[in-house]
C-alpha cells in the first residue's frame, strides 16, 4: 500500500511539473507578443537592405516585351544562327587585336612600334570602358605617339583631378611660388619687383566716391602678366628644369583648367609648354601630370596656331620618331605634321620683317571686288565687262601691266600670239532675278567660299563698242563664249612685274610654259582658296606640301616694336632686337633642328627678315663649327621680298623727332644709308662669293606706295634703289610693302617663282649628292657588293616583320 502511494505520488508531481512549465511558457509568449505589437522594431534595421520596386508605366513595359519578342524571332532566324556568333567572335578578335597592337607598340623594334601605332590610331570603335582600360596600359612614350597621330581623345587618361577647378588666387600663388625657384635669377627678379610688388587698390573716382574692381579681374590681368613673362624665363634650359622639378606642370594643368575656352591664354600657355619640351629627358614628367592628353585636344584644335605650337611640344617629346628633330623657342615646324617616314629634301626658312608674325605676314591677299572678278572668279551677280580701251601689242616675254590703272589687269594670250591688254571691272548684272535689289548679304564682287573657283562667267550679249583690232574682237568673242579657256590659251600672272632685271640662270631650271603665265585649262582648275576653311592664313603651310611633299617648311618668329615706350618685358630683352644678336640666337636653334644636314636650304625673308638672313649666313659662314658652317654651305637660294638693304628713309627720324618717340633698336638699325647695314651687305655679297656654290638670289620691290597711318598717308618704305643688291634677279612689283608677302593664288607670280627657285634648289642638291661617293662611317667607300647586301637584308627584315604579323592575326 506504501508502495503504491509513492508511485502515484511521482506520477502527480511529474504532471504538475510539466504543467507549471507549459503555463510559464505561454505566458511569456502573451508577453512577448504584447510587446512586439506595442514597439515597432523594424527601426533596428535600418541596414538591412531591402527589396526596390520600379514602377513603369504598362504601354512602356508592354512595349519592352514587343521588342524582346521581336529580337527573339530574329535571333531564330537561320541567317542570325549563323551570323551572330561570326559578329560575337568579330567583336572578340577587334578586341584582342586592340591588346596585342599596344603590346607591339611597347614592346617591338622601331619599325615594328611605328606601324602599331598607326593601327592604334585608326581604332574608334570600342567602348569607353576598353579605352580607359587601354589608356591604363600605356606607357609615356606610346602615349606621346598616339597624340602625334591625330588618335582618338578617349586614349588618354584625364589629369588628376581635373574636374575640381581652383580659384584665380589660388592659382596666382602657384605661379608666383614657380617664379620664386628660379631665384637668383635678374629676369625672375624683375618680373617679382614688377608684378607682385604692388598692392591691389580700388580707384578712386572725380567725385571721390570709391568705385571697386572685381578682385577676380585684377587677378586675371595679374596671372596674364605673370604668364607671358614665364614665356621669357622658359627659353632658358635652366629654367625648364627648376620648373618641372618643383611640379610646375601641375600648376600650368590648373590655368588651362580656368582658361579652357580664352584662345590669348591657350596660346601663351602653350608657348611656355613649347620651350619646357626642350627638356626631352622629362618626358614622363608630361605623362604622369595628364599634359598628353591636353596636347593631343589641343593639336585637333581649329586654330593653327594652337595647332603648330603643339606639334613642336609633341615633336620635342617623342624619342621614337625616325626622323627627330628639337625645335627650340621661336622655332616653329609648319610641315610636316606629325612623322614623316624618309628625312625631307630640302629646308625651306620663312622670316618675318618688322611687327610681322608667323601667321601675320605670311597670309593669302585678300581680293577687292573688281580683281576677283579679273582672275575668272565665279560670283553671285556678276559679269566681266569691257570698259576701257586697248593698248599696244607686247611680246611674251616683256612683263606687262598699267600702273596709271586703279584695277588690275588680266593679259590673255593665244599659243602663237599676245594680244592687246583689257582692264576688267565687276558691275552687278541686272539679269539676276533671284537676287533681291535690297538684300545687303550679297556684297558685290564677293562670293561664299564654296564658289571661290577660277572660272570665267560668260557675258550676257550687249551692244558692243565699235572695235576696229581684228585681234581684239577675236579676244572678245573668246572670253564671251560659254566654252571655258582651254589649253590653246595662257593667261598672264594678275601681279605680274612692273621691271624684271633677271641676271641669274640656272643650269637646270625648269622649262615652263611661259616665265609669266600660264595654261587657260590650269589656270581654271586652281581655287582662290580652299573651299573649307576660305582664305589661307599661313601659305607657305598650306600651299608648298602640295607642290613638294617631301620638304621641311619652318617659320621663325620674334617680337619686335616701333618704340621703346610701347615695348615690355624683361629690360634683357632690349638688348636682343640686335639684328647681329638676333641673327646668332636663330642660327644656333636652326643648327639644333639640323637645318642643311645633307639637303639644300631655301630662305624667304620679308623686310628686316632679309637683313636677318643675311647676318645668318654670314656668321654660319664665319663659324668654326661644322654643324654651323653647313648651312651656309647648302644654302641655294634666298628671297629678298621688300628688303631695305641700305636702309629706309621712314626709320630716319630728326634729332628732336627722335627724342620725342625713343624709336626701338630694330628702327635704329634700319636708318637710311647705315653703316652698319652697308657692311652687312658687303659681307654678304663676299660670303656667296666665296661658297663652293653661289646661292640664287631673287629680290622683289613694292612699286606702289603703302598706306600705314589712319590719316591715309602713302610712305614708300623701301625704295628700289635700296631693295636692289645688285645681285641676282630682281622685279619690281605692283604691290605695296605689307602685300610683297601675300599672294593671291597660288598661279601667282610670287609664289611661281618661289616654287621655281625650291625646284632648282632640290635639282642642285640631288646632283651634288651623286656627285660625291657614298662613305661608310670609318671613311672608306662603300662597295657595290655592300649595298646589294644591305637591301638583301631590308627585304629579309620586311618579311620577318610581314610573317609577324600574320601570326598575330592567326
Request: aromatic share 8%; with cysteine.
Amino acid at each position: 500500500m506504501h508502495i503504491e502511494y509513492a508511485k502515484y505520488s511521482k506520477h502527480f508531481a511529474g504532471c504538475g511539473l510539466v504543467s507549471f512549465v507549459g503555463l510559464v511558457s505561454y505566458e511569456a509568449y502573451r508577453t512577448y507578443y504584447a510587446l512586439n505589437n506595442l514597439v515597432d522594431t523594424r527601426v533596428l534595421d535600418i541596414d538591412r537592405k531591402r527589396p526596390d520596386y520600379i514602377y513603369i508605366k504598362h504601354h512602356i513595359y508592354r512595349q519592352s516585351l514587343q521588342e524582346q519578342l521581336e529580337q527573339e524571332r530574329q535571333n531564330s532566324k537561320l541567317v542570325n544562327v549563323f551570323v551572330q556568333p561570326f559578329g560575337k567572335w568579330w567583336k572578340a578578335l577587334k578586341h584582342s587585336v586592340a591588346w596585342r597592337l599596344l603590346q607591339i607598340a611597347q614592346s617591338g623594334d622601331q619599325s615594328e612600334r611605328l606601324k602599331a601605332i598607326n593601327q592604334l590610331a585608326l581604332i574608334d570603335h570600342l567602348k569607353d570602358w576598353d579605352f580607359q582600360h587601354l589608356a591604363q596600359l600605356c606607357d609615356a612614350q606610346t602615349a606621346i605617339s598616339l597624340a602625334r597621330s591625330n588618335c582618338d581623345s578617349r586614349w588618354f587618361l584625364p589629369p588628376r583631378q581635373y574636374g575640381v577647378v581652383q580659384s584665380t588666387s589660388v592659382v596666382l600663388g602657384g605661379v608666383k611660388a614657380l617664379i620664386e625657384h628660379l631665384m637668383p635669377h635678374r629676369c625672375a627678379e624683375y618680373v617679382l619687383e614688377h608684378t607682385f610688388s604692388h598692392p591691389h587698390k580700388e580707384p578712386v573716382g572725380d567725385d571721390g566716391v570709391n568705385h571697386p574692381v572685381s578682385m577676380s579681374h585684377y587677378e586675371v590681368e595679374l596671372l596674364k602678366q605673370s604668364l607671358s613673362s614665364m614665356v621669357h624665363l622658359t627659353t632658358v634650359r635652366e629654367n625648364c628644369e627648376k620648373i618641372i622639378e618643383t611640379g610646375g606642370l601641375l600648376t600650368l594643368i590648373e590655368v588651362e583648367k580656368l582658361f579652357k575656352d580664352d584662345i590669348d591664354m591657350k596660346l601663351i600657355l602653350s608657348r611656355i609648354i613649347g620651350n619646357l619640351s626642350v627638356c626631352n629627358n622629362r618626358v614622363y614628367d608630361f605623362f604622369a601630370s595628364g599634359w598628353i592628353g591636353i596636347l593631343s585636344r589641343w593639336h585637333q584644335d581649329i586654330d593653327i596656331r594652337m595647332q603648330v605650337t603643339t606639334d613642336l611640344t609633341l615633336a620635342n617629346l617623342d624619342r621614337d620618331d625616325p626622323n627627330r628633330f628639337t625645335y627650340e623657342s621661336n622655332v616653329y615646324p609648319l610641315y610636316p605634321k606629325g612623322r614623316r617616314k624618309q628625312k625631307p629634301d630640302a629646308d625651306v626658312i620663312f622670316i618675318h620683317g618688322l611687327l610681322g608674325g608667323v601667321f601675320v605676314t605670311w597670309r593669302q591677299k585678300d581680293l577687292k571686288p573688281q580683281a576677283a572678278s579679273l582672275l575668272g572668279k565665279k560670283h553671285v551677280a556678276v559679269n566681266l565687262v569691257s570698259c576701257t580701251k586697248k593698248s599696244t601689242p607686247t611680246t611674251t616675254t616683256t612683263p606687262i601691266s598699267d600702273s596709271d590703272s586703279q584695277t588690275p589687269s588680266s593679259v590673255v594670250s593665244s599659243s602663237a600670239k599676245q594680244f592687246s591688254i583689257f582692264h576688267w571691272s565687276a558691275k552687278k548684272s541686272s539679269f539676276d532675278e533671284d537676287t533681291p535689289t535690297g538684300s545687303a548679304s550679297v556684297e558685290e564682287g564677293i562670293t561664299t567660299a564654296k564658289d571661290e573657283l577660277l572660272t570665267l562667267q560668260p557675258t550676257p550679249p550687249k551692244p558692243q563698242p565699235q572695235i576696229s583690232d581684228t585681234d581684239t574682237k577675236e579676244i572678245m568673242k573668246a572670253l564671251q563664249e560659254d566654252d571655258p579657256l582651254s589649253s590653246e590659251w595662257s593667261v598672264v600672272y594678275p601681279d605680274l612685274p612692273l621691271v624684271a632685271d633677271e641676271r641669274y640662270t640656272s643650269p637646270g631650271a625648269r622649262q615652263l610654259e611661259g616665265r609669266y603665265s600660264i595654261a587657260g585649262d590650269k589656270w581654271l582648275q586652281e581655287p582662290l582658296g580652299d573651299e573649307s576653311i576660305g582664305r589661307s592664313f599661313c601659305w607657305p603651310m598650306e600651299w608648298l606640301p602640295k607642290d613638294f611633299p617631301n620638304i621641311r617648311v619652318i617659320g621663325l618668329n620674334y617680337d619686335s616694336s616701333l618704340s621703346q615706350w610701347g615695348a615690355s618685358g624683361c629690360p634683357c630683352e632690349k638688348n636682343d632686337g640686335k639684328l647681329d644678336k638676333r641673327a646668332g640666337d636663330f642660327l644656333q636653334k636652326l643648327a639644333n633642328s639640323n637645318v642643311g644636314k645633307d639637303r639644300p636650304v631655301v630662305w624667304v625673308g620679308h623686310s628686316m627678315g632679309g637683313l636677318l638672313i643675311k647676318s645668318i649666313i654670314n656668321q654660319a659662314a664665319a663659324s668654326d663649327d661644322p654643324e654651323i658652317r653647313r648651312i651656309a654651305e647648302n644654302s641655294r637660294a634666298v628671297m629678298f621680298l621688300g628688303t631695305p638693304h641700305r636702309g629706309s628713309a621712314v626709320a630716319k627720324l630728326k634729332q628732336h623727332t627722335s627724342a620725342l618717340v625713343w624709336p626701338s633698336m630694330e628702327v635704329r638699325e634700319l636708318e637710311e644709308n647705315s653703316s652698319n647695314l652697308l657692311d652687312l651687305n658687303k659681307t654678304f655679297l663676299k660670303t656667296i662669293g666665296s661658297l663652293r656654290r653661289k646661292p640664287e638670289i631673287i629680290s622683289v620691290c613694292e612699286g606702289i606706295p603703302t598706306v600705314l597711318t589712319s590719316f591715309k598717308l602713302p610712305l614708300q618704305i623701301v625704295t628700289e634703289t635700296s631693295a636692289r643688291i645688285d645681285e641676282g634677279d630682281f622685279y619690281l612689283t605692283k604691290e605695296d610693302h605689307l602685300n610683297l608677302s601675300k599672294p593671291m593664288c597660288r598661279q601667282s607670280f610670287l609664289y611661281q617663282r618661289l616654287i621655281s627657285a625650291i625646284w632648282c634648289s632640290m635639282q642642285s642638291g640631288k646632283e651634288s649628292r651623286e656627285a660625291e661617293p657614298e662613305r661608310a662611317p670609318n671613311g672608306k667607300l662603300i662597295t657595290v657588293e655592300r649595298k646589294q647586301n644591305s637591301a638583301f637584308n631590308d627585304l629579309y627584315r620586311q618579311l620577318r616583320q610581314l610573317d609577324k604579323l600574320f601570326n598575330i592575326f592567326l
